[in-house]
């Protein structure tokens, strides 16, 4: 249960605790391309308990039958600490709320705090609700009154607030006064429109601060709900807090309707860390960047990886001034320590990086390299080089890694390719038409030359698995491993047809992901080199480079003694189906 906190005087000097309120289950998923299925509303809700936020609003009970079942299966199995809310809005004009059957399903999801939303604007309470400003009145009192007669604790949502406000200031109070007269405990100030400016949020609250202290103790407190229609959602909350709101309501990511809400991730460390306002325990705020993953996963939506805070590249250091120094002394150029939100300082290596990126990311390949080494000078000089050529090393580590492992005498060969050919065939038009690719290679292992072929509805596919095809008996880890993703980019455009192609491969064995790039004026031959570099990475991590950088430590004796073993019976079951033994 949440406390009304901020009744106990707060010490002085010190800001009073944030009431972190997450509607991403109901205004994060009014977000266009988004939708949740029960079992992901679960995930999302659990995840959000654990993170610590003290309100999850859960749904509109029976505006779908998924947010019906959504509080019903809750009831089974509740969450830990957090109080879980259930939205709707206030009863239509004429109606009485106790015969209200919208209102019916909101009491039967049996929850302590019912979040209610009704008119701050004339404007709406006109043409929207199409009824008078008396009447929307009544319908904030009468439905308060029903829910508090039931039981339940009301946060009231004023939709429209601040362009309410600013077009008739009088009426938009008297919507208020009526919610608290009611007995509404939260008053949640809602930039529906995400129109109004920070300087105006900030004035506007500073307003109903100075207004509300008129009603005896114990009043209720103040929200901000807003919208990032003119980018400044979070800061609009922020002002919100700073002239005295005490709840702000916002979504994992910034998720919701439009461009969205007010970013929990953002927000919260900047009122926590930079604000010095409480929010969550300082143990849970290092769980927020897997949090925000961890969702992004469950929605279905790419994560932004330059999101503040909580991105991949928050903290990605790539041009080399910043590396150094950051080698030095991480606060040159990272705001904060990445571990307090828990996210991670990344080097990133490009045609931008210095010999300190490189030795950084030897490191963390686990490669003995130092700066009076020549080999340090030479790698950073073909980086750059290779980058000028078209190769982008900071979207493939693992084609970097080789690249490095190479230039240290210290890259595995597991396989050479000794050519490959493709035949495309195409029949058929428009609708109707098939085409197929046959691709045929010569791979030597060891001393093993092997012949395999195999077709595909690509090219690139066909080669792939005619490649597979050939090593499996050879690495049977190969049976594990997949593409799963396949980019391409032409570089230079102007040059037509002849343009060079760059072509990253993401590869997985499951558990990991790793991705290789290959480049050339040959779409084909520039896949060739990313695909045959996934199978290699891959095989590195499975077979036991002593220090690879994402597949983990194995005894390296053991495992090539593991490798000479799969080879011999390999090798020896392929003879026997020739017919050689
Ligand atoms: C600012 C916000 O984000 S508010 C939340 C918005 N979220 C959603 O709308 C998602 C869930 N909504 C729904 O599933 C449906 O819209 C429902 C079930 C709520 C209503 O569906 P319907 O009955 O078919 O109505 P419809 O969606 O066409 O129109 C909304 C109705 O609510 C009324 N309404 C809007 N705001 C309020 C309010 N604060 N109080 C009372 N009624 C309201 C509108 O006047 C309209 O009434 P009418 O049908 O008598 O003209
Ligand atoms: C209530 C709500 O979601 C809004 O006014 O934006």
Redesign the pocket.
């Known amino acids: 249960m949440v406390e009304q906190r901020d009744r106990h005087p707060t010490p002085e000097g010190q800001r009073p605790p944030i009431h972190i309120y997450d509607t991403t289950l109901?205004?994060g998923a009014?977000r266009e391309g988004l939708a949740l299925s029960i079992e992901d509303k679960l995930r999302i809700a659990r995840r959000l308990d654990a993170l610590g936020v003290p309100f999850i609003e859960g749904g509109?009970p029976?505006?779908?039958p998924k947010d019906v079942q959504f509080f019903w299966q809750l009831k089974e199995t509740p969450l830990t600490q957090a109080s879980i809310t259930a939205?709707?809005?206030?009863?239509?004009?004429g109606k009485v709320a106790a015969e209200e059957p919208?209102l019916q399903p909101v009491l039967a999801a049996g929850t302590e705090w019912i979040t209610l939303?009704?008119?701050s604007w004339d404007l709406?309470v006109t043409t929207?609700?199409?009824t008078t400003l008396a009447e929307?009145l009544a319908?904030i009192d009468d439905t308060i009154r029903y829910f508090r007669s039931q039981g339940r604790r009301i946060i009231y949502?004023a939709?429209?607030w601040f362009d309410g406000y600013k077009a008739n200031p009088d009426y938009a109070l008297e919507t208020l006064e009526a919610a608290v007269n009611a007995g509404a405990e939260w008053l949640a100030l809602?930039d529906?429109n995400g129109g109004t400016l920070p300087h105006e949020v900030g004035a506007i609250v500073t307003a109903v601060h100075t207004w509300l202290q008129q009603f005896p103790e114990p009043r209720p407190q103040l929200g901000i709900h807003t919208h990032n229609d003119s980018g400044t959602a979070v800061a609009n909350a922020m002002a919100a807090v700073e002239a005295g709101a005490t709840m702000v309501q916002g979504t994992i990511n910034g998720y919701g309707?439009r461009c969205g809400n007010a970013n929990l991730c953002t927000l919260i460390p900047n009122l926590q860390i930079k604000l010095g306002y409480p929010c969550i325990a300082p143990a849970r705020l290092e769980t927020l960047a897997e949090t925000s993953r961890f969702i992004s996963e469950v929605v279905n939506l790419a994560p932004d990886d330059h999101a503040p805070y909580v991105g991949r590249s928050a903290f990605a250091h790539k041009g080399g001034i910043h590396v150094s120094a950051v080698e030095r002394e991480p606060k040159t150029y990272e705001h904060i320590d990445p571990a307090t939100v828990g996210n991670s300082r990344r080097i990133v290596v490009s045609d931008q990086a210095g010999l300190s990126n490189v030795l950084v990311k030897a490191r963390s390949f686990g490669l003995e390299l130092d700066r009076h080494n020549p080999a340090s000078r030479q790698l950073l000089t073909r980086l750059k080089a290779l980058e000028h050529e078209g190769y982008q090393f900071e979207a493939a580590e693992a084609s970097f890694e080789l690249l490095m492992r190479e230039a240290l005498g210290d890259r595995p060969r597991f396989f050479d390719l000794k050519g490959f050919y493709i035949n495309c065939q195409h029949q058929g038009n428009g609708d109707d038409h098939s085409s197929q690719s046959l691709a045929t290679i010569k791979v030597m292992v060891g001393e093993e030359e092997i012949l395999a072929a195999a077709e595909g509805n690509g090219p690139v596919a066909a080669l792939d698995t005619a490649l597979r095809k050939a090593l499996l008996t050879f690495y049977p880890a190969i049976a594990n491993f997949h593409l799963s993703d396949y980019k391409v980019r032409i570089i230079d455009s102007g040059a037509g047809t002849a343009a060079k192609t760059r072509v990253l491969v993401e590869s997985s064995n499951g558990a990991q992901r790793w991705t290789t790039l290959g480049v050339s004026t040959n779409i084909i031959e520039a896949s060739y080199q990313a695909v045959t570099e996934g199978l290699e990475y891959g095989l590195m991590m499975e077979t036991a480079r002593p220090h690879c950088a994402i597949g983990g430590e194995i005894d390296r004796f053991d495992a090539d003694m593991a490798l000479q073993k799969t080879r011999e019976t390999a090798l020896a079951k392929l003879k026997q189906e020739l017919g050689f033994e």
């Not at 939205?87 to 004009?93: D, K, V």
């Open positions: 109901r205004d009014q509109w029976g505006a779908n939205f709707c809005s206030t009863r239509r004009p919208m939303f009704g008119k709406h929207g609700l199409q929307n319908m949502d939709e429209h809602c529906t309707e």
